[in-house]
């Protein structure tokens, strides 16, 4: 089947503009991640979402980021006044749930998309 | 929280030889320790895992060692190959954390033929 596809895959504002950036899912995954990739660096994690409410929004960085996955398939990340330290790729990954043994770690695997690369100037 | 750290951030061998990357991790918690390679402007793709009730696991030309006592674990590449340069990413997670990625810093991996 099709994986983890994001929209626009480049996308340049400019400073204090708002942004959308769309992820879509593979197909039946409940879990959904954002995450944000500087230049040279390992991604970050922004949010978590488990089906459509989001379970660990603990990385998104200030008030001005807001993810929303009102369905629970497509998973919307917002950018209010952007700044230019906001330029990075933003990832999105899913991750499908199958059997799941406490206390043996889960067996699934997080699949991301190509990520979009946002450029604030 | 979790604290991945990763070394080396560069690495040059040539094709044929081994090449080995080395992480650590700072929560006794994570269960779950995953590698990827990134290609310049590509996502970043699983090329194997492992997890903490295990201490080694092999894929081909892949290996991974876990050691839970030291807190590290390690990506073994033998026979490289150029098509094997990329950056490669180490990462660690634990169920309590709705198993969010907490990544190291990458390895840029450079195979001359």
């Known amino acids: 089947g099709a994986g983890v596809s994001q929209t626009p895959s480049n996308k340049v504002t400019e400073k204090g503009k708002y942004v959308e950036l769309r992820c879509d899912p593979i197909?039946?995954?409940?879990?959904l991640y954002w995450y944000r990739q500087s230049l040279g660096q390992g991604p970050e994690f922004l949010i978590y979402?488990?089906?459509?409410?989001?379970?660990?929004d603990s990385g998104l960085p200030n008030d001005r980021f807001f993810a929303v996955r009102p369905e629970g398939s497509v998973s919307t990340l917002k950018i209010q006044r952007t700044e230019r330290g906001d330029s990075a790729v933003y990832l999105c990954?899913?991750?499908?749930?199958?059997?799941?043994?406490?206390?043996?770690?889960?067996?699934?695997?997080?699949?991301f998309g190509p990520g979009t690369r946002l450029l604030v100037l | 929280g979790e604290n991945v750290e990763q070394h080396p951030s560069t690495l040059s061998v040539q094709e044929g030889d081994s090449a080995v990357i080395k992480c650590t991790y700072s929560?006794?918690?994570?269960?779950?320790f995953p590698w990827y390679k990134q290609e310049l402007g590509k996502r970043p793709q699983l090329i194997i895992d492992?997890?903490?009730?295990?201490g080694e696991k092999k894929d081909q030309r892949i290996a991974v060692t876990l050691n839970k006592t030291a807190k590290h674990f390690s990506l073994h590449i033998t026979e490289t190959q150029p098509e094997d340069s990329a950056v490669y990413f180490c990462?660690?997670?634990?169920?309590?954390?709705?198993?969010?990625?907490?990544f190291g810093t990458g390895t840029r991996l450079l195979v001359s033929p």
């Open positions: 492992i997890r903490s009730n295990v």
């Open positions: 929560d006794s918690a994570s269960n779950y």
């Open positions: 979402f488990q089906g459509t409410g989001a379970a660990d």
């Open positions: 197909s039946g995954h409940t879990a």
């Open positions: 990954a899913s991750r499908g749930e199958r059997d799941f043994t406490p206390g043996q770690g889960a067996r699934e695997t997080q699949y």
């Open positions: 990462a660690a997670t634990s169920q309590t954390g709705f198993q969010k990625l907490v």
